[in-house]
C-alpha cells in the first residue's frame, strides 16, 4: 500500500503563500490513477481541492481555489505539490493528502481512496 507524508501547512496572512508537499512511497505512476489534496474544517465532509493524473500530468482544480492554487508533481521524486497562492481565511482547513483511482477523485468520492497522509494544518487570518 502506498504510504503518504505531507508537510508545508502552517499559519500565514490573508494574501500570503504556502506550498504543500506529499510524498509518496511505492508505486502511484498508473494509468488512471491521481494523487491530489482534500481539504476539511471542523464538522464538515473532505471536499476536493485538487488533484493531478500521475501517468498523465493533467489537473483538476475545483471552482474556489481556481487561479490561486497550482498542484504539479515531481514523478522522479514521487511527490505532488499544492503550491497556494493568494489564501483566504475560507481556505483555513486540515488539508489531506491523498492517492486513488482517477474515478473516485471525478467523482470526490472520499471513501474511494487507496491512501491518505495524516493531514496538515493551514490557518489564514484576516
Known amino acids: 500500500q502506498v504510504q503518504l507524508v505531507e508537510s508545508g501547512g502552517g499559519s500565514v496572512q490573508a494574501g500570503g503563500t504556502l506550498r504543500l508537499s506529499c510524498v509518496a512511497s511505492?508505486?502511484?505512476?498508473?494509468?488512471?490513477?491521481?494523487m491530489g489534496w482534500f481539504r476539511q474544517t471542523e464538522g464538515q465532509g473532505r471536499e476536493v481541492v485538487a488533484y493531478?493524473?500521475?501517468?498523465?500530468?493533467?489537473?483538476f482544480h475545483a471552482d474556489s481555489v481556481a487561479g490561486r492554487f497550482t498542484i504539479s508533481q515531481d514523478t522522479d521524486k514521487n511527490t505532488v505539490y499544492l503550491q497556494m497562492n493568494n489564501l483566504k481565511p475560507e481556505d483555513s482547513a486540515m488539508y489531506y493528502c491523498?492517492?486513488?483511482?482517477?474515478?473516485?477523485?471525478?467523482?470526490?468520492?472520499?471513501?474511494?481512496?487507496?491512501?491518505w497522509g495524516k493531514g496538515t494544518l493551514v490557518t489564514v487570518s484576516s
Open positions: 491523498a492517492a486513488g483511482a482517477s474515478m473516485e477523485w471525478v467523482r470526490g468520492r472520499d471513501n474511494g481512496m487507496d491512501s
Open positions: 511505492g508505486n502511484t505512476l498508473r494509468p488512471r490513477y491521481c
Open positions: 493531478i493524473y500521475t501517468s498523465g500530468g493533467g489537473t
